[in-house]
């Protein structure tokens, strides 16, 4: 995705900074001072290593962190990462993406950690104990249904357990199907119940 949208933006800066931390601040110095809109992408250990070793005010940078901590160092939530990244960079907020390899599909929050689905993705919010126990909000791990593929199902069961900042699915509805076991639920039959359709 972002090697597409490096391609499409045509701009000489726009690249990969793998490990190229000097490269990439001095970079981002010239953008600002041009003030060209810019947008900063990356998993979450390399952004907070780089702000803390390249801190600087970013007026025209979007920043857009995708997660990823798992075994980097200690986790922390996603509110104690977005105030480190926006007082290294003088942020009023920062912009998260969330998805993972199982999925087809990612969820987008353009502040506040509150996030949107595109209106083929569901997320249940389920107690810990008891995986069939759903809610609409509060604490729990997440279920995602990803009916992005009409020929098949994608699911997860995340133990992303919810807290203070709640995982807001604004542009879709939640549904539970019950007494089915989703990995062998196919998605047009899926996508029929859904939407109270016959199957195709």
Not at 118 to 126: D, F, G
């Amino acid at each position: 995705m972002v090697k597409e949208l490096i391609e499409k933006s045509g701009h000489p800066s726009s690249g990969f900074y793998l490990n190229e931390t000097e490269a990439l601040a001095e970079t981002l110095k010239q953008l600002e001072s041009k003030k060209q809109r810019t947008l900063l992408i990356g998993v979450t250990f390399a952004l907070l290593d780089f702000a803390s070793s390249h801190p600087q005010p970013l007026q025209y940078t979007t920043l857009i962190e995708t997660g990823g901590m798992k075994g980097r160092a200690v986790e922390i939530t996603r509110e104690e990462v977005h105030t480190q990244l926006k007082n290294a960079f003088h942020l009023p907020a920062i912009a998260s993406e969330y998805g993972m390899t199982e999925l087809l599909s990612q969820a987008w929050s353009k502040k506040d950690g509150l996030f949107e689905c595109p209106s083929w993705m569901k997320v249940l919010v389920r107690e810990e104990e008891d995986p069939l126990t759903v809610k609409q909000s509060g604490s729990g791990g997440l279920n995602i249904i990803d009916l992005a593929n009409i020929d098949s199902l994608t699911t997860a069961n995340c133990d992303c357990f919810l807290g203070a900042s709640p995982f807001v699915a604004a542009s879709s509805f939640f549904f539970f199907l019950p007494n089915i076991s989703l990995p062998y639920f196919t998605a047009r039959a899926a996508i029929a119940w859904l939407y109270k359709r016959p199957a195709l």
